[in-house]
């Protein structure tokens, strides 16, 4: 009698265990479920952004058919963004290489890194070594929110813009488009700004030849001079 007491007190303590915390006593088995799935929305991941949603779901399949790929692992999809800034001012001011790293954390939402120069030139009183620019390296969720942010609200405020050079690929479906001017992103403010100066922005791409990257790139959005 007392091991069968023993053994039926323990099952209920296991019952009483395996109940959520949340749900109260004479709560509906809707409301427990309901209150589950409000603390998966709130305690989830972040969702994913725009443009990636938008390749998994419908670019990547009308890449297929339109370069006639037999396989999915075929179609070509952007790896990383790479933006790199230089200054030759750097040389004689420092300072100002200090806030052009600042500037480009800004837009890229990630730390930047100082690039030095690999050879000395007497001519420009450059040594190899020196600080002379800056560079970041974007993948992943971050690589998409910048492309989203790049096509949608940058490139617009570029005046009298009549779209990218879509010859400027490598031949290897990687392709690079110069900014002459940082204040066309929101995120810097045109009072505080302490040098006008240019940018290069690089896209990687798995993609085989210039014209997969190039339908790539179209499909995501860039828009190439006609």
Same mark, same amino acid.
Request: hydrophobic share 35%; no cysteine; proline share 4%.
């Given at each position: !009698?007392?091991?069968?007491?023993?053994?039926?007190?323990?099952?209920?303590?296991?019952?009483?265990?395996?109940?959520?915390?949340?749900?109260?006593?004479?709560?509906?088995?809707?409301?427990?479920?309901?209150?589950?799935?409000?603390? #998966?929305?709130?305690?989830?991941?972040?969702?994913?952004?725009?443009?990636?949603?938008?390749? #998994?779901?419908?670019?990547?399949?009308?890449?297929?058919?339109?370069?006639?790929?037999?396989?999915? !692992?075929?179609?070509?999809?952007?790896?990383?963004?790479?933006?790199?800034?230089?200054?030759?001012?750097?040389?004689?001011?420092?300072?100002?290489?200090?806030?052009?790293?600042?500037?480009?954390?800004?837009?890229?939402?990630?730390?930047?890194?100082?690039?030095?120069?690999?050879?000395?030139?007497?001519?420009?009183?450059? =040594?190899?070594?020196?600080?002379?620019?800056? !560079?970041?390296?974007?993948?992943?969720?971050? !690589?998409?929110?910048?492309?989203?942010?790049?096509?949608?609200?940058?490139?617009?405020?570029?005046?009298?813009?009549?779209?990218?050079?879509?010859?400027?690929?490598?031949?290897?479906?990687?392709?690079?488009?110069?900014?002459?001017?940082?204040?066309?992103?929101?995120?810097?403010?045109?009072?505080?700004?302490?040098?006008?100066?240019?940018?290069?922005?690089?896209?990687?791409?798995?993609?085989?030849?210039?014209?997969?990257?190039?339908?790539?790139?179209?499909?995501?959005?860039?828009?190439? =001079?006609?």
């Amino acid at each position: !009698m007392e091991d069968s007491k023993k053994s039926s007190g323990t099952a209920k303590g296991k019952q009483a265990a395996s109940k959520p915390k949340s749900a109260k006593k004479g709560s509906t088995a809707k409301e427990v479920k309901e209150s589950s799935k409000d603390s #998966s929305v709130t305690t989830g991941s972040a969702p994913l952004p725009r443009l990636k949603k938008k390749y #998994s779901e419908e670019i990547r399949n009308e890449l297929i058919k339109e370069l006639s790929l037999k396989n999915v !692992m075929e179609a070509p999809r952007l790896t990383k963004i790479t933006i790199n800034v230089g200054l030759g001012e750097a040389v004689s001011n420092p300072k100002l290489l200090d806030s052009a790293v600042k500037e480009l954390e800004l837009i890229s939402g990630q730390k930047a890194v100082k690039t030095k120069a690999r050879k000395s030139i007497a001519g420009f009183k450059l =040594r190899e070594g020196m600080p002379i620019g800056s !560079m970041v390296t974007l993948r992943g969720n971050k !690589m998409w929110e910048f492309l989203d942010r790049f096509i949608s609200i940058a490139l617009p405020r570029i005046r009298d813009f009549k779209g990218l050079n879509e010859k400027a690929f490598d031949g290897r479906g990687n392709f690079t488009t110069g900014i002459k001017e940082q204040i066309i992103f929101p995120e810097i403010k045109y009072d505080e700004v302490s040098l006008f100066h240019g940018m290069d922005v690089t896209f990687s791409t798995t993609a085989r030849t210039d014209d997969e990257g190039r339908a790539l790139l179209k499909h995501l959005g860039i828009p190439f =001079r006609k």
